[in-house]
Structures are given as C-alpha cells and as structure tokens.
C-alpha cells in the first residue's frame, strides 16, 4: 500500500504515480516556453516613458534654475529651445556649462 505522498505528489518527470490529476506542481518546469525571456508590457513601456519624462522635466528645471541663480538672463527662443530639449545627455552638458559662464549663449553651446 503506497503512502498519500507517493500517490500525489508528482516529481516532475512528466508522469504522476497516481491517475488523479496532481495538486503540488513540480520544483522545475516542465516546459521550454516557461524560460523564454516575457515580452515587455505596454504598461512597463508607459511606465518608463513616463519615468523618462520626468527625469527631462527635473533637469530642464535644474537648468533653469540655475540659470536664475546665476543671473543669466534668457531670451524667449532660449528658453523654448531649454523646453525642446529631449536629449538627457544635452541637458546635463548645459548644466555642466552654467558653472562660469556669462551669458546663454555660453551655456547653449
């Protein structure tokens, strides 16, 4: 007479010892498709739009913030430009650039 365990359990070769269907699931998969890498979710992909959108909106506000600081003073199509600005990379350069500089120009190049 074979215990509960060796009736229900099954150890994941594929076949149960029992006929019923087994309730405790196996400790690997039995499957290839289980270890396929999930393709990413729109909503993973909004989220990091949106953690993008905030990283360039912090920036732009740091920029402009010193730039205030700094007494430098921009012109209207300065300040679009600053506002247009997508590229993380151009912003912290511009950052960077508001150390020492003079005018706008200075820090926009």
């Keep these: 007479m074979a215990t509960w365990a060796?009736?229900?359990?099954?150890?994941?070769?594929?076949?149960?010892?029992?006929?019923?269907?087994?309730?405790?699931?196996?400790?690997?998969?039995?499957s290839p498709t289980l270890l396929k890498p999930r393709k990413r979710s729109s909503s993973h992909r909004g989220k990091l739009e949106g953690l993008r959108e905030g990283e360039l909106k912090a920036k732009r506000g740091t920029l402009l913030r010193?730039?205030?600081?700094?007494?430098?003073?921009?012109?209207?199509r300065e300040s679009a430009r600053i506002q247009a600005c997508t590229d993380i990379t151009t912003l912290d350069r511009w950052i960077d650039n508001v150390f020492g500089a003079k005018d706008a120009t200075e820090v926009l190049s």
Excluded at 8 to 28: E, Y
């Design 6 to 30: 060796a009736e229900n359990i099954d150890l994941g070769w594929g076949w149960a010892t029992s006929s019923r269907w087994c309730s405790v699931r196996p400790w690997f998969p039995r």
């Design 66 to 76: 010193l730039l205030a600081r700094a007494g430098i003073v921009l012109a209207e």
